[in-house]
């Protein structure tokens, strides 16, 4: 079992950076860990995924070329910096702890991760 703790929210205007950070209570190294983000009356959406190495990314496509999930498995910590971030990219963002099963190394469903933050709110101002 491993407990996350989110890191690095607030308020930021548009077109402005965030960095948020996911610590993890113990080694993270044996976990896919991902990124999701849920806004007000909406449902928890995925936003990013990284692979247990780091060597594999995926991103939703309203990220895409603006969000970087990295990782520091000696620090078990997974990162998510936030670039050109829109008032739509506000919402409370929670990072997961996924054990792989089966063919694929990921998922963008978020019932299938195992631990999850408290999550850190992340408000963008137009």
């Known amino acids: 079992q491993v407990q996350l703790v989110e890191s690095g929210g607030g308020l930021v205007q548009a077109g402005g950076s965030l960095r948020l950070s996911c610590a993890g209570s113990?080694?993270?190294?044996?976990?896919?860990m991902g990124w999701f983000r849920q806004a007000p009356g909406k449902e928890r959406n995925f936003v990013a995924v990284?692979?247990?190495?780091?060597?594999?990314?995926v991103y939703a496509d309203s990220v895409k070329g603006r969000f970087t999930i990295s990782r520091d498995n000696a620090k078990n910590t997974v990162y998510l910096q936030m670039n050109s971030l829109k008032p739509e990219d506000t919402a409370v963002y929670y990072c997961?702890?996924?054990?792989?099963?089966?063919?694929?190394?990921?998922?963008?469903?978020?019932?299938?991760?195992?631990?999850w933050g408290q999550g850190t709110q992340v408000t963008v101002s137009s």
């Open positions: 990284i692979s247990r190495s780091g060597g594999s990314t």
């Open positions: 997961a702890a996924d054990i792989p099963y089966g063919t694929s190394w990921y998922s963008r469903d978020s019932r299938e991760y195992d631990y």
């Open positions: 113990r080694r993270t190294d044996s976990y896919t």
